[in-house]
């Protein structure tokens, strides 16, 4: 047990060193994943798939530009086994797809295989590969994947397929005290929301009791493509009493045009359990 | 062999028929009497005395016989006496006259020879020969005093020659006490049992005497060693050696063979083995830990300790369960001279010991330390990332109780324990895994006592058997990442008979059975492998549950001859035996090793041995792990030979391979059964040790290693092992300036350790994580580590106290020394974790 306690306490003064001198996944700083939802096509509430149904993988990918048009590839097979299970296809590919997509939310549907070929698994790996310059070539077995020019976007999602489990209702922002409207996109700085460059003002969530099914945490990930925040994960936790209010201190940026800049500020949830559940909201930056 | 008395008859002439009557053909013819029949007369004198003669006149009758002596020539009085008795038992043939057989008289001359000193009689004599050492240099000490005392009550003495070499010819075998004084030294005594016809070495080392401002020291006596590689560090060298605050199990790190741990303060690294291959005991009882967290301070006051011995491979069969090498600490008994104590103060810790007789074969030991840094720390270190709730506090003690009620018996009763805490809260979730957030604290806390009992018999042979008792209770929780609670029993009974056949042949024996019962809990992630590749994110990890409660058995038992074929050669063969319950497997594992004394300062040493290790209990317990492993072995060679270059210096020199195979490692992706014995290593490599004194006040070592270490997993080829250092160079001296002035000065140098880079990463949106993707496994280093510490002490000496004031400082150039990387969240970006900054301690130290 010792052995254990020295690797977590190295583990944590790693983490410890990172803090000031790297910044962390909050900045959308090049086109990037920011997240998955698996739900049942028959039930968007559901992440827990049935054998047999259809089943819908939303990917959020953002970009500091904006929307970027991306061509993707999906492939999906039986979860690989193991403690330290890496995300890549041991067994065969079951269902897999391909396309393109210029919105932050890129949709894909798969066949869930029949129980009987699902050979008592009970998760499926999805693996996904996302190009800026033609479709990406997957390998599933190694998941590696080729573009024209560039390295590829990989990303992977477990869809869990026994069980029950509901994704998390959308998360509601403030800024402030002011709530934010979802999906809201304007032309130029034509949004609802204003703050000054520099501005400092905390992003705030308020976590309900309705957020969450027995037991379990759910992670909040708060992202920005411009300024600074002080962290990226808010969590509450199954012992934690509802409601509960988390604060994440943003600092807008300051060198922005005088007409403005638009910011793009994502908030996921997470239920640890495969539910998940993302929100998109704009903010203008104008002096 | 020569007579003692030897005697001549010379002539016998006839008074009246004497050759000064010329024959005449009308004369009577005369025959003289001859001498048929005599006995030696017996020399009753002693020493050296001169030739003698003593002249008799004998009457002889008509039949031969003497009738009558008288001294003509006196000798003395005892001589007079001796010759008269001898020459009344004579027989002659008689006279004759004209044939017939008549009276005579003869004059007779017996002659007493001159004598040496008497020669040695013809009964068993024995020798026995050595050298006077300084226990802590190592040093010859010439004109030192030496008395052997026999059973029969005879005293023998001499003196150390130059080269502190000594030898006594004819003392009486059988058992013999061996006193050996010198000035500034206590005396040291040394029973053996000697053997007719037979040198008998001792190797006798001596303590100094000790002075208020002295640490002490205990003489001891050690039997000439058997292992191919065995350190004996002595206090005081190592208490002065910078960068340890005196701390002397920190110096074990500046050894030859000695890797730098890792940065968690885990236990050294010897000769390239996995830090947890290797143990380390305390008076033969296995203990959890060398080091309080963070590597800064061992768990034993130094002042308690009798020695330290580092065995990095090629270890004796009495150690077995390990296939890595051995660290013993053995404390010493506290002093009969009055009581003592000694208290201590520093930013890191404060500690405090005394001790005292309680009458002439009784006497006890304390002391307590505990750890200063909550003080500093707590009201220091709090941000918005995370605060410290309890800094690390850590505490340990040691007693020994010991009683001699007899010369022979020594029967000890040892408590020791120690602790470590920390606690801290991650006020936000980590951005590189969210699964580090909440509060983290971990305590583990164990304790041992130990009864034990050594007698020595008039034969030199000798007995010790000790049963050890140890709890250990721990609990951790690391926010949402894992949590634990565990206590662990410890029973262990070790005996062990040494038998002293004859000089040229010992026999050691020994049985050891050690008994884990431990019961724990544990969720969390899976128990990360002990060497290699990095683990996944640990949210990507999937958990598990453990709950266990169950008992270990660990038999084991160890045979060793030390046979001197010639006094020169010591052979050492040895079997090791251990057995392991809960894996249902044992192994015997034959082992070999030699020296020989080519000349009285050269010897050669060599060993081979095989080395088998008893699977964790993490490693078989079920769910996490797999009952059907095999014991993981390892076959040891090294060779190499020792030189005293003067009495002050000296260099060993030593290469070194061992072979793995059967290593414990994780399966890959950690699936079923998650441990499997897939991995061989191989380590090689050479190490030089030099201690010198090239004057008194100046005294120190320096080692080299240059060693590769490797591992193979299965299905691939050898690579390197992750806490390889190819160049592994440390110095260490001290200087007495005078006036209670020393300063001491360490340097270290050691290659950067392996690591596997980072090649690219996936975005695993389950858990909002990136999963980093390695490249070429430990196909990289980090830069070379480099320290320098210096220390500066004052000591104050008073009649009957002391008092030291000194200044420790780690890392005096504030290296950073690069351990490993802090990676962003999406490992595209990465910055060094530097090792220890720059980190003076001040303390002050008062003896009484």
Known sequence: MRHVSFFFLVAIGAVAACEDSIHGGWLVDRPRVLGARVSAVADANRAALVPGERARVEWLVASPEGPPRLAWTFAVCNAPDGLFARPRCERAVVASGSGESSSELITTELAVPPAQALAGARELLVLAAFCSDGAPTLDPRAFTATCASGDALLASVLARVDGANANPPAPAVRLGDVPLAPDERGEGCDVAHKVAPGAAVDVVHVFGGAVREPGESVTLSTIVTGGELDRQYSTFDAEEAAPKEVRVAWKAPEDVPAAGRVVRLYALLRDDRGGASFARFSVCVRP | ?848
């Open chain 2, 1 to 848: 062999m020569r007579c003692p008395i030897r005697v001549v008859l010379c002539g016998a002439v006839a008074a009246f028929i004497c050759s000064s009557f010329p024959a005449r053909a009308d004369d009577p013819a005369l025959v003289p009497p001859k001498l048929v029949e005599s006995a030696a007369a017996r020399d009753p004198r002693v020493g050296a005395v001169p030739r003698v003669v003593v002249e008799l006149e004998i009457d002889i009758d008509r039949d031969g016989k003497v009738t009558d002596v008288r001294v003509v020539r006196s000798g003395g009085e005892a001589l007079d006496a001796a010759a008269i008795a001898s020459s009344r038992s004579f027989v002659f043939a008689p006279a004759t006259r004209d044939g017939e057989p008549a009276a005579a008289r003869v004059r007779y001359e017996s002659v007493f020879e001159a004598q040496e000193p008497k020669p040695p009689a013809a009964v068993p004599k024995a020798s026995v020969g050595g050298s006077a050492l300084d226990a802590q240099s190592g040093a010859a000490i010439a004109g030192a005093s030496v008395v052997v005392t026999t059973a029969d009550g005879t005293t023998l003495t001499t003196t150390t020659d130059a080269r502190g070499r000594f030898r006594i010819d004819g003392v009486t075998p059988g058992a013999a006490r061996i006193v050996v004084r010198a000035d500034g030294y206590d005396a040291t005594q040394l029973d053996e049992k000697l053997d007719d016809g037979t040198l008998t070495e001792a190797r006798v080392r001596l303590d100094k005497t000790r002075t208020p401002g002295e640490l002490g020291a205990t003489a001891r006596v050690e039997a000439p060693p058997r292992e191919v590689t065995k350190r004996v560090l002595d206090r005081e060298t190592l208490a002065s050696v910078a960068g340890t605050r005196g701390d002397s199990l920190r110096a074990i790190e500046l050894l030859p063979g000695v890797s730098r741990p890792a940065p968690d303060g885990g236990p050294p690294i010897l000769r390239g083995a996995n830090a947890f291959d290797s143990q380390v005991f305390l008076e033969g009882a296995p203990v959890p830990l060398l080091y309080h967290v963070g590597g800064l301070t061992s768990f034993v006051h130094s002042r308690v300790l009798e020695s330290v011995e580092l065995q990095p491979s090629n270890f004796s069969p009495r150690y077995g369960r390990k296939m890595g090498g051995i660290i013993e600490v053995r404390l010493r008994d506290p002093r009969t001279d009055g009581p003592h104590g000694i208290g201590e103060l520093s930013f890191l810790d404060s500690s405090l010991l005394v001790e005292t007789p309680i009458h002439d074969k009784l006497a006890v030991l304390a002391t307590v330390r505990r750890s200063n840094i909550d003080a500093l720390l707590n009201s220091a270190t709090s941000d918005e990332s995370f605060a410290i709730t309890a800094a690390p506090v850590y505490w340990d003690y040691q007693s020994v109780v010991a009683w001699k009620p007899t010369e022979r018996d020594r029967i000890r009763l040892i408590a020791y324990g120690s602790s470590d805490r920390l606690a801290l809260v991650l006020k936000k979730p980590a951005d590189v895994d969210p699964a580090l957030r909440g509060r983290v604290e971990s305590t583990a806390t164990f304790h041992r006592v130990q009864l034990g009992w050594r007698h020595r018999w008039s034969s030199g042979s000798e007995q010790s058997t000790e049963i050890t008792y140890g709890r250990e209770d721990g609990v951790g929780r690391f926010g949402k990442v894992a949590g634990f609670d565990y206590d662990v029993d410890t029973v262990q009974l070790r005996s062990e008979w040494t038998g002293v056949v004859s000089p040229a042949f010992r026999v050691i024996g020994g049985v050891d059975l050690l008994g884990n019962r431990f019961r724990g809990n544990y969720a969390g992630v899976p128990i990360p492998p002990g060497e290699g590749d990095h683990s996944p994110p640990i949210s990507s990890q999937r958990q598990i549950s453990v709950s266990q409660a169950d008992w270990s058995w660990m038999p084991g038992a160890s045979l060793e001859a030390g046979i001197r074929p010639v006094p020169e050669l010591l052979v050492s063969p040895g079997l090791r035996a251990d057995y392991n319950n809960i894996v249902g497997r044992g192994a015997v594992d034959p082992r070999l090793s030699s020296r020989l004394e080519v000349s009285d300062s050269t010897t050669l040493k060599a060993g081979v041995g095989r080395y088998s290790q008893i699977p964790s209990e993490a490693e078989v317990l079920r769910p996490i792990g797999n009952p059907n492993l095999l014991l993981p072995r390892a076959i040891h060679v090294s060779g190499g030979f020792e030189e005293k270059l003067r009495d002050q210096c000296s260099i060993s020199i030593e290469g070194f391979v061992k072979w793995m195979d059967r290593v414990t490692t994780t399966t890959p992706d950690g699936v079923e059964p998650f441990f499997v014995n897939s991995q061989r290593g191989r380590v090689f490599g050479a190490e030089v040790l030099l201690r010198f004194r090239p004057f008194e006040r100046l005294s120190g070592f320096a080692s080299y290693t240059l060693m590769r270490s490797e591992r193979g997993d299965a299905g691939a080829g050898l690579r390197l092992f992750d806490r390889d250092q190819t160049h592994i160079l440390a110095a260490a001296g001290s200087l007495q300036l005078g006036r209670g002035w020393e300063v001491g000065a360490t340097l270290r140098y050691t290659s950067g350790t392996p690591y596997t880079p980072v090649a690219s990463s996936t975005y695993d949106a389950t858990n909002d994580v990136y999963v980093p993707r390695l490249g070429r496994a430990m196909s990289a280093r980090n830069p070379p580590f480099s320290r320098i510490d210096l220390r500066v002490q004052k000591t104050w000496t008073f009649s009957r106290w002391s008092l030291a004031a000194y200044l420790d400082v780690q890392n005096v150039l504030n290296a950073e020394n690069r351990e490993g990387f802090a990676y962003s969240y999406d490992y595209r970006n990465r910055d060094g974790v530097r090792g220890l900054p720059i980190l003076p301690i001040l303390g002050l130290r008062g003896e009484l």
